[in-house]
């Protein structure tokens, strides 16, 4: 029987809707149909990324945060000196120093970041190689070495840290240059300190999509999801020291508020 047009466009309808129900759920929830940290969570499958050193020059209108061995544009997670080690082309977090801050502010941005864990791998899980990259300070896309490395799915690398794990493992070797291309959208809030939108990001990690438009349940938290509180429209990037001598370079933002 050949259905009639009416009944194609019902149809048709009906699978929008479905599809637009899932989308929103693939989206929306995972970061709370899981208990934080879970190791029940499917481990993301493993997917080797593009064999080429994936390097990517600033273009014209972003602003270069780290071009190598500069810290200028950054200062100490509280104010002061950075305290990082800055070699030929990169800088390496020293353990006590404390994170980094940049300069600049930002809300919603394009950040382009590149690391390297250290060789030789050194520790397991979350001891392995473990930084962070926080927007606005306060929401994480997880640095870790996830090479050869088991650690729970929502705290291994590109994940957003104790919401999100990656959709798949892109991890490179330690000792290789890695990237992030990270799209992230802020949360607005109303006067009275209310979330009228959440914030969102897309990520890829050397070049394979890892983050699809997730939409972010609060800031990131160890062990806990909080919700989200009012703050800034501008906000630094920060860079973490988790205790282990992670490197960067070639780290440069696209401002997507004031083009
Ligand atoms: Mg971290």
Known sequence: MVPSPRRIVALGIAGAVLV????????????TRWPIHSTDRPQP??????????????PADATVLLGGADLSRWQKDGGGAPGWKVEQGYVEVVPGAG????????????????????????????????????????????????????????????????????LVNASRPPGEWQT?????????????????????????????????????????AHQHRPPY???????PVSLQDHGTRVRYRNIWVRDLENP
């Not at 109303?190 to 070049?207: E, F, I, Q």
Request: no cysteine; net charge negative.
């Open 20 to 31: 637009t129900l899932v989308m929103h759920d693939a989206n929306a929830q995972p970061s």
């Open 229 to 235: 509180e009012k703050h800034p429209d501008r906000l």
């Open 99 to 166: 994170g980094i801050v940049s300069r600049d502010a930002f809300g919603d941005a394009q950040l382009h970041v590149e690391w390297m864990a250290p060789l030789p791998a050194v520790g397991e899980s979350q001891e392995r190689g473990n930084s962070g990259v926080f927007l606005m300070g306060r929401y994480e896309v997880q640095v870790l070495d996830s090479y050869q490395n088991v650690t729970y799915p929502d705290g291994q690398a590109s994940a957003i840290y104790g919401q999100f794990p990656p």
């Open 180 to 220: 992030y291309d990270i799209i992230f959208h802020r949360p607005r809030f109303d006067a009275s300190g209310k979330v009228m939108s959440p914030a969102r990001m897309t990520v890829l990690h050397n070049g394979v999509l890892v983050q699809d438009n997730v939409v972010l349940s609060g800031p990131t």
């Open 45 to 58: 499958r493993v997917v080797k990324p593009p064999a080429n050193a994936w390097t990517v020059a600033p």
